[in-house]
């Protein structure tokens, strides 16, 4: 009787480890895909990233690059003060996109330009993602929001 106790606790501990793999294994492979990493564009020129690749894009839309072609075409330039990416997207942008301000994109890269698929802007006035604002910091272009200019 104490032995059979002692098998039945051995084969429900095996199934329930053979579950918990069998479960992990399923959930790395599921996101496989759905794992988006940012990238500043400093990284994305030291390291370009292997054709057909999505990625996030995130950065300041460069100044004076931002030009509206023919229908819902725009294309502008990514910085983050060390390097700048040729950005180009197809499709309404948000309210608050602008010149100066940050954005991320995903996409992916084709021929040295990215090419959007999705382009997310800052909430509001003070927002910025938290990547974005490390990547500017680490490029000594960051400025606190919260800070008046001058």
Known sequence: ???L???RRIQILLVAGGALVLSTALIGYGMRDGINFFRAPSQIVAEPPAAGEVFRLGGLVEAGTLVRG????IT???T?????VPVTFTGV???LFGEGKGMVGTGEMVEGTFVAREILAKHDENYMPKEVTEALKEQGVYRDPAQPEG
Do not use: C, I, Y
């Open 93 to 95: 942008l948000p309210d």
């Open 5 to 7: 106790k002692k098998t």
């Open 76 to 78: 502008f330039k990514v």
């Open 1 to 3: 009787m104490r032995n």
């Open 80 to 84: 983050d003060g060390g390097a700048s």
């Open 70 to 73: 023919q229908g819902e075409e």
